[in-house]
């Protein structure tokens, strides 16, 4: 069984551009987080979705940032007209009903140049 | 705003030394999670402590949640190279779903 996959694995961006993070959560899961990890902080909760429904996107900052889990395909975590201060680790994780375990990816590290 | 603080924030020790880092709260939580994350890499879950004063031990991992709730500890004996990475603890918040709420997490350097 797979485990959560995310890529691309790194991706490099200049300002302005648009990147478009995606993950696939472990078989049979239909819960999906992002978190953010900046240099010298810790992770933060961004936006909790379940099949085609965004739950809790109070951590996603208001402008630039969307996010998507359609019925088929991976969950999209879409930030467009990036700036340096997007640069960050983004990690997705996944569970199978709410309150379980979370079951976290190996993160996509973004840098904006 | 129910934050986790933990400490140290970095720990650098000989192999085969033992450690403790600390994560504590002002606020009562239901149960608490801790996790390792290596270089380049997702968290891990290690344990989930859910009754206050619960211990439990993984190997050399010995993890214990206080009596009120507020704060745990996890203790590493004789440590090793390959436990170096960040520590972190995480608390699930009451009625906020599934939203993971972190410690800044104790970056851990095990030198040979």
């Known amino acids: 069984n797979a485990g959560v996959m995310q890529n691309p694995r790194h991706l490099v961006r200049r300002r302005g551009q648009e990147a478009r993070l995606r993950c696939s959560p472990m078989k049979g899961h239909s819960h999906v987080y992002w978190y953010r990890q900046l240099p010298e902080e810790g992770l933060k909760f961004m936006v909790y979705l379940q099949k085609e429904n965004i739950i809790d996107e109070s951590g996603m900052p208001k402008e630039r940032f969307s996010a998507e889990f359609p019925k088929e395909g991976p969950s999209i975590l879409r930030i467009q007209q990036v700036v340096r201060g997007d640069s960050a680790a983004y990690f997705c994780?996944?569970?199978?009903?709410?309150?379980?375990?979370?079951?976290f990816g190996p993160g996509t590290r973004l840098l904006v140049l | 705003t129910q934050l986790l603080e933990q400490s140290p924030q970095f720990l650098s020790i000989q192999e085969g030394e033992n450690l403790t880092v600390y994560c504590n709260s002002s606020?009562?939580?239901?149960?608490l999670q801790w996790y390792r994350q290596e270089p380049g890499e997702g968290p891990v879950l290690l344990v989930t402590?859910?009754?206050?004063?619960e211990v439990k031990k993984l190997k050399r991992l010995t993890f214990q949640f206080g009596d009120a709730r507020k704060d745990s500890s996890l203790h590493i004996t004789a440590a090793q190279p390959g436990d170096t990475g960040l520590y972190l603890c995480a608390r699930l918040p009451h009625n906020q779903g599934g939203k993971l709420i972190f410690g800044q997490g104790t970056e851990l350097s095990v030198k040979p």
């Open positions: 606020s009562v939580f239901s149960s």
């Open positions: 994780a996944s569970s199978q009903n709410l309150q379980e375990t979370q079951y």
């Open positions: 402590v859910v009754t206050g004063g």
